[in-house]
């Protein structure tokens, strides 16, 4: 089966870094399960998805700790640390985890770091599947700049697909459907993108023989790459982290440029996570709400949405209030996010752009952004969206649901600091 049917759609789901950094808990993965079961679900979302340091015993926070112990089984393979997800007791790992989050029809997905453990290196430990160890097949001069559970795996190394072949042939058992793999798109600290490592998990996952999305992390992912990507992995991000700050918000419009014409089946440029509602909650920053405005937080839905970027949400959801649940289930936009294709840049001159897509049914779609910090007057053309004709279309604001008709032959808005209107014509 070809990986591009894994996700012919953007991924939508949730994922625990924002909320709780290294350090998140079964109980808590459980309970966004049940969240996402019984208010998102129906709208589509689907992934629920444990991040970095699950195999750490002692991670109380966002922040990494050096040279710790981690656990492990006798293959050199990460497994995940009993005191915070009991269900794995008895060598079990993530399967009864797996087992409940499927129970609700979701999917499961986990964070790993590429490599190889260097507290495998150090022991010398063995490799499932052949008589090489952890020492034959680690890249030691290879290793992420801001973590230091790993070193690198040399693919060229005997030894090297056996250990990746036998990490995916145990995701497959404890029931994965999404791998999240870090310091591997962009390691701007050591040698560039890890194409060789890539390659590896890429066979590692046809070899495990269950579909598993592949996401590639963090950014940004280099455009000279993006065939690579494309024939390896489902999603790669186009930033390193992102964070609820407005000049990383409107640094995402460059990026998504970028980008522009790559998002199709299967293949799914990444603009990262969603910072909204309640996050920071094991932060050393502190517990907080999203800092970004409504009209912020409407502009980040936009963009992500007509894009087509995944959408992962970043809160703890059992905290949503009202509007925060609304920005993720307005079927009218989902439905763009889910069908439209065609994205591109119409528009941008002085803080004001204008982005468009096709619908599947005929429709156009047209995202009206103000970056300027005072209100503006956004205008676009019938035809600069590919439409013909001067007056009488149908238009519907989708996040607000107003409908008119559209005279003179442009389509015009009055919009807020950092904000954003979306429209549907046709």
Not at 239 to 258: G, I, S, V
Request: glycine share 10%; net charge negative; hydrophobic share 35%.
């Amino acid at each position: 089966m070809n990986h591009h049917q894994f996700a012919p759609t953007p991924p939508l789901g949730w994922n625990s870094w924002d909320c709780y950094g290294a350090s998140v808990t079964e109980s808590e993965v459980r309970g966004n399960a049940d969240y996402m079961a019984q208010n998102l679900k129906e709208h589509g979302w689907e992934y629920i998805v444990v991040d970095i340091q699950w195999s750490e015993p002692g991670a109380v926070s966002d922040a990494y700790r050096p040279f710790v112990r981690l656990e492990m089984d006798d293959y050199s393979r990460l497994i995940p640390a009993v005191n915070r997800f009991p269900s794995a007791e008895g060598g079990q790992g993530f399967k009864p985890l797996g087992d409940y989050i499927h129970g609700l029809g979701l999917k499961f997905g986990i964070h790993i770091m590429r490599g190889i453990p260097r507290q495998a290196v150090h022991d010398n430990t063995p490799i499932k599947g052949t008589n090489r160890t952890a020492r034959d097949i680690a890249h030691t001069c290879s290793f992420c700049g801001w973590n230091t559970d790993m070193y690198g795996v040399d693919a060229f190394k005997a030894g090297a697909q056996d250990y990746y072949n036998s990490l995916f042939e145990m995701y497959a058992e404890w029931g994965v459907d999404y791998i999240k793999v870090d310091d591997i798109a962009d390691s701007w600290l050591h040698g560039g993108t890890h194409l060789g490592e890539i390659e590896l998990i890429r066979k590692a996952i046809d070899h495990a023989g269950r579909p598993m999305v592949l996401s590639l992390s963090p950014g940004p992912a280099p455009i000279k790459h993006a065939d690579f990507f494309e024939a390896n992995a489902n999603l790669w991000r186009m930033t390193d982290d992102f964070w609820d700050k407005w000049p990383l918000l409107l640094d995402m419009f460059d990026r998504c440029e970028t980008w522009e014409g790559r998002p199709k089946p299967g293949c799914w440029p990444d603009c990262d996570m969603l910072p909204l509602g309640r996050i920071g909650v094991r932060s050393h920053s502190g517990d907080r709400w999203t800092r970004f405005t409504k009209d912020e937080q409407l502009t980040m839905m936009t963009l992500w949405s007509i894009f087509r970027s995944p959408l992962m949400f970043g809160g703890e959801m059992r905290d949503n209030d009202e509007w925060t649940l609304s920005l993720l289930t307005n079927k009218d936009v989902l439905h763009m996010h889910r069908y439209s294709s065609g994205a591109r840049k119409v528009s941008r001159a002085e803080g004001k752009v204008v982005w468009t897509a096709q619908g599947p049914d005929g429709e156009v779609y047209a995202a009206l952004f103000n970056t300027n910090d005072e209100p503006g007057e956004v205008t676009v053309s019938l035809s600069e969206l590919g439409l013909a004709g001067t007056a009488g279309v149908e238009t519907k604001e989708l996040w607000s649901g107003a409908s008119e008709k559209i005279a003179g032959g442009k389509l015009q808005a009055t919009v807020p600091p950092h904000g954003a209107a979306l429209y549907r014509l046709g």
